[in-house]
């Protein structure tokens, strides 16, 4: 099928390239020039392990190409997908302004039966929106065109993000029109074939399966995050709890692993969403408020904790390892890294960074502390005449890190791991003062 995806951030540039990879014909379309010149270069907005070899393959086999017109993109789709962002506006609720930017466009040029899925994360009802906003649009013009606007939300993992795309746990599709669903099926066929579970519903309860599941997924990492607070007052193991929690096949063992609390793009921004969400029809969703606030407790115990075993960080030097919000990804967006940071500098510390993938964009998020932080080229470096390191992310490069050697290079040897990488390796506590999360 001739398919055109409009925004080419994460969702919609692995999504894209793996509907080429399906063998349907895919325009990626997006309005930022630069982005679409490299990326008919073969060069990549994001870093997404194996990702450029499955672009560069459909490329070459001609399914896939970029561009900026959006009219050609559409005049030439019987499928489009909406995959631009829903950035937080100042409360917190989803701003749509590039999705109902999106379906006035494709209103503009729509010019035969086409169907708009929405993949981006949107509140309950936007699905209503776009169609409104294509009629308004079509009206003006005096046109009459029939198209369905289906959900189809994306649940895609940073990092693994083309695994996840190729092989999803499932397919939520939500659309009251039978003809869009013989569509949507066919461009997910080979998911179907292969036995993929697919959930067909309405519109509305697929926009609300999205929000439902990243919040409970922040609720459960919330959730382990205050028992490990609890845990280690009370001198208990995080790691076992959780363990022993997890089989309990209701409960199940994944999200549970404690932490310096949760990141990224889609955590932060789809709690605070559904909260407003709520709000807006005079519910108060109370537990994932609470996890919210969890996690931005849970940021600051970790400051409070280095700042209470250290005796003050005061002129003191931190070495952080690892910056992005998780392993396998360039992606600071709500990194915890930056509050804990930024908690660690107002005390008085001097930080010194090093991250595989993450310096270039932390570099301009904090960018206002320039003359508190450097940034390093690897492990070791970062190491070298600090009083402590911080274990932020749990970048597997990390696992096999040589312990005596960076403890030769520090001034002190405390080693907060904050991610319990080496919490099992019973030769930490005897090189460095060691402090995993939720356990002593
Ligand atoms: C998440 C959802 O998993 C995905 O389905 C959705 O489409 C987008 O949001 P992503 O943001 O890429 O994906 O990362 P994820 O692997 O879910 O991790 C999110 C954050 O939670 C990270 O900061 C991670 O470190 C943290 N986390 C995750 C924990 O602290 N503990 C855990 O047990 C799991």
């Known amino acids: 099928m001739n398919v055109t995806v409009i925004g080419t951030g994460y969702v919609g540039l692995v999504q894209g390239v793996i509907l080429s990879e399906f063998g349907h014909k895919v325009i990626c379309m997006d309005i930022d020039k630069t ?52 950035p937080p506006s100042d409360d917190g609720s989803a701003d749509l302004k590039y999705v109902l930017e999106c379906a006035k466009n494709i209103g503009e040029n729509l010019n035969g039966y086409k169907v708009i899925v929405n993949k981006s994360t949107v509140p309950v009802g936007t699905g209503d ?38 092989r999803p746990d499932r397919v939520v599709i939500g659309s009251e029109s039978t003809k869009a669903l013989d569509i949507m099926k066919k461009i997910y066929d080979v998911l179907y074939i292969n036995k993929t579970p697919f959930v067909f519903t309405n519109r509305r309860t697929s926009e609300m399966i999205k929000y439902a599941s990243n919040a409970f997924l922040a609720v459960k ?5 205050e028992m490990a607070l609890l845990a280690e007052k009370v001198g208990a193991n995080t790691q076992e709890i959780a363990q022993a929690m997890g089989m309990d ?22 709690t605070k969403a559904i909260v407003e969400i709520g709000k807006e029809y005079g519910e108060n969703m109370s537990v994932i408020a609470a996890a919210i606030s969890a996690n931005e407790k849970q940021k600051q115990k970790m400051v409070e904790k280095i700042i ?28 915890p890294s930056i509050d804990i940071i930024r908690g660690l500098v107002i005390n008085g510390a001097k930080i010194k960074a090093y991250c595989p993938k993450g310096i270039e964009e ?7 502390l320039n003359r508190d932080i450097e940034f390093c080229e690897n492990e070791v470096e970062c190491s ?44 930490v506590r005897k090189i460095f003062r060691y402090f995993p999360v939720g356990q002593c």
């Open 308 to 335: 209470k075993e250290m005796s003050g960080v005061s002129r003191k030097t931190i070495g952080i390892l690892g910056l992005t919000f998780k392993p396998e990804t360039d992606d600071m967006r709500d990194a």
């Open 362 to 368: 932390a570099k301009w998020r904090l960018k206002d």
């Open 129 to 166: 929106l776009v169609e409104k906003e294509i009629e308004k649009v079509l009206g003006k013009r005096g046109v009459k065109f029939k198209f369905d606007v289906v959900s189809n939300p994306e649940f895609l993992r940073e990092g693994k993000a083309v695994n996840d795309c190729l």
């Open 249 to 270: 096949g209701r409960i199940s063992p994944k999200f549970l692993h404690c932490g310096p609390g949760y990141g990224g793009s889609c955590f932060p921004k789809d």
């Open 35 to 86: 982005k679409i010149e490299n990326l008919n270069k073969g060069i990549l907005p994001i870093y997404e392990p194996g990702l450029k070899d499955i672009l560069e393959h459909n490329v070459n086999e001609k399914r896939l190409s970029f561009t900026t017109d959006i009219k050609e993109a559409i005049l030439n789709s019987e499928v489009i997908f909406i995959a631009v962002g829903t």
């Open 384 to 427: 070298k005449g600090s009083d402590a390191i911080v274990l932020m992310t749990e970048w597997n490069q990390f696992r096999g890190m040589d312990l005596e050697e960076l403890k030769n290079r520090m001034k002190d040897n405390f080693y907060f791991d904050l991610r319990n990488v080496h919490s099992k390796d019973d030769n």
């Open 221 to 225: 990492i919330s959730y382990i995050n």
